[in-house]
């Protein structure tokens, strides 16, 4: 299918603005003028900014907001438009989402101003014990395999909000397997490295005899079956159908436990519960995670707004690092204690002098896990945003394939039976409302689903940075198992002197998805939208 730009999207050589250049406007302000990119060139163009009226959507693959696009021209909603897409995304990012992975959707309905969410998680086998953890072999095995939650998520998701038929949210994503497309060579470069562990995958990655090449076509003739299938036949197809014999017949050759039986009770995977904006940051109430809403009101106890930007003054990119450590030092206490004290204002300023000067402790994070993010926003003003994912820490799942499809894999007891896998109180996006309406949606995938969004929202709430303006702020990421964070290199260098001096330890590097992939959709009061999606890969928002 060929992508052709519309009215309101700029090419990603307009797109990449300054990293400090501040609109001098209020917060939500109208985007800055374009400058020259920040860093080289993608393998192709893309559309990395949109702005309209009438719809917005935003993401990673142009297949998905194509798909988006054709479910709100044909009438459908929000819902139907994120649904759309999240199935094509299991075509055109396979391996990093999968509907043999989990799905979830948050949904503000303009009408009645409320938010719901609904979750499709991964169920366990209940003959398994789950007696390993991520590291173990075992992880690789049919023993990991669990039930998929997507297919459960998504028709509940359908139930609750679409006004589309069923099929049609298949179709864009059956076409794309069956009649072939050109994937993300980052994605191509991923299967070599680490996705194609077993014959099942190398019959997808292989093109007469070799390794797909970028600029080949991908054709998934077994997934596109599979696909069809469900449009037509429902949950049912999926749960109790020939995919469901074969997913228990592979992960049984391979050890596993897993049970049709297991597979029957698919819709007790689905999670629906209502949200409600809670907090006050700079007069905003939010709905994420505890612990990003935590963050948030620590820009404001510490005030970023005074401190400037963190692109060129030490003491801000400080305070976020703090601040980051913060929020993850805080999980272990989140786990115990749900007290609701993360959420509120108060608590954020009783602990801000301890958050800026107490001695620095390390800081890791085990739970890194595969997501794509997506945004979309209809004409009358529903927003529907959330992550969907194979829900793994490597790409690919454990490489295991059945009938195309990639099987998510069960890192420990803990994520099948617990919260995902996610570190408690963390979520990978969050909104921001004024007057009970979305304002901002900010999201990432993979490793940056935190500080790549925090960082985001940060530079337009504290900084008045415009939307692009704000996705060109050089940002850091969270420090890796040899404690080591990524800096950017378009960071000022009184920056990097004071890493040094605080020895902090860092490494510089251009631009990179490890410092947090952002999507974001912006609501003017006008009801004007922006939509972004970031320059460090290859990426599509559109608008009209």
């Not at 049970?259 to 006050?280: C, H």
């Not at 700079?282 to 809403?293: E, N, P």
């Not at 069960?410 to 617990?418: D, Q």
């Not at 080591?484 to 631009?511: A, Y």
Request: aromatic share 10%; with cysteine; hydrophobic share 40%.
């Amino acid at each position: 299918m060929r992508w052709i730009p519309g009215p309101g999207t700029v090419k990603r050589r307009d797109f990449l603005a300054a990293a400090s250049g501040v609109a001098t406007t209020a917060a939500f302000a109208k985007p800055a003028a374009f400058a020259n990119p920040i860093w080289p060139q993608q393998s192709r163009p893309a559309d990395h900014f949109a702005t309209g009226t009438a719809f917005a959507v935003t993401s990673t693959s142009r297949e998905a907001t194509a798909a988006a696009v054709s479910a709100l021209k044909a009438g459908g909603n929000a819902a139907d438009a994120y649904m759309s897409a999240a199935i094509a995304q299991t075509v055109s990012e396979i391996g990093l989402t999968s509907i043999a992975g989990a799905f979830g959707i948050h949904y503000f309905d303009a009408k009645s101003r409320k938010t719901t969410s609904v979750l499709g998680r991964l169920g366990p086998a209940k003959a398994e014990t789950y007696d390993f953890e991520r590291d173990s072999p075992v992880t690789q095995t049919g023993r990991a395999m669990p039930v998929p939650g997507f297919i459960a998520g998504l028709h509940a998701a359908h139930q609750k909000y679409g006004r589309l038929p069923w099929s049609k949210l298949f179709t864009p994503a059956i076409r794309h397997a069956e009649e072939g497309f050109l994937v993300n060579p980052n994605i191509i470069e991923g299967a070599k490295r680490r996705g194609v562990r077993h014959p099942e995958g190398k019959k997808i990655w292989s093109k007469d005899g070799r390794m797909l090449q970028p600029g080949q076509p991908l054709v998934q003739p077994e997934a596109a079956a599979v696909l069809n299938a469900v449009a037509s036949g429902g949950p049912d197809a999926f749960y109790e159908g020939e995919f469901a014999r074969n997913y228990v017949r592979r992960s049984q050759s391979d050890g596993g436990k897993i049970t049709l039986e297991d597979f029957k009770g698919w819709k007790q995977l689905v999670n629906e519960k209502p949200r409600e904006a809670v907090g006050d940051y700079r007069g905003y109430q939010m709905i994420s995670g505890d612990l990003v809403i935590y963050a948030l009101h620590l820009n404001e106890a510490l005030d970023l707004r005074a401190t400037g930007s963190s692109a060129k003054k030490p003491e801000s990119a400080f305070k976020q690092i703090r601040i980051m450590e913060e929020v993850f030092q805080s999980t272990k206490v989140h786990a115990k204690e749900k007290d609701g004290r993360f959420t509120d204002p108060d608590y954020a300023r009783r602990r801000a002098d301890f958050v800026l000067n107490s001695r620095q402790r390390p800081l890791t994070l085990d739970a890194i896990f595969n997501t794509c993010f997506l945004v979309a926003r209809d004409k009358d003003g529903n927003v529907a945003w959330g992550t969907h994912s194979i829900n793994t820490p490597t790409a690919f799942g454990a490489g295991i394939v059945v009938d195309g499809v990639y099987a998510a894999h069960a890192m420990n007891r803990e994520h099948v039976l617990g919260n995902g896998g996610s570190a408690p109180g963390i979520s990978t996006s969050y909104a921001l409302f004024k007057d009970g309406n979305p304002r901002l949606v900010v999201g990432s995938p993979g490793f940056g689903f935190v500080h790549g969004p925090y960082q985001y929202g940060t530079g337009i709430m504290e900084w008045n940075l415009s939307a692009t303006a704000a996705m060109n702020l050089p940002r850091f990421s969270l420090p890796n198992r040899e404690g080591v964070s990524v800096f950017e290199q378009h960071f000022d260098p009184s920056v990097f002197e004071m890493l040094e001096n605080r020895k902090i330890k860092f490494s510089r590097s251009r631009p990179k998805t490890s410092t947090g992939l952002v999507g974001a959709l912006k609501i003017d009061t006008d009801s004007t939208m922006q939509v972004v999606q970031d320059g460090r890969r290859i990426g599509f928002a559109k608008a009209e």
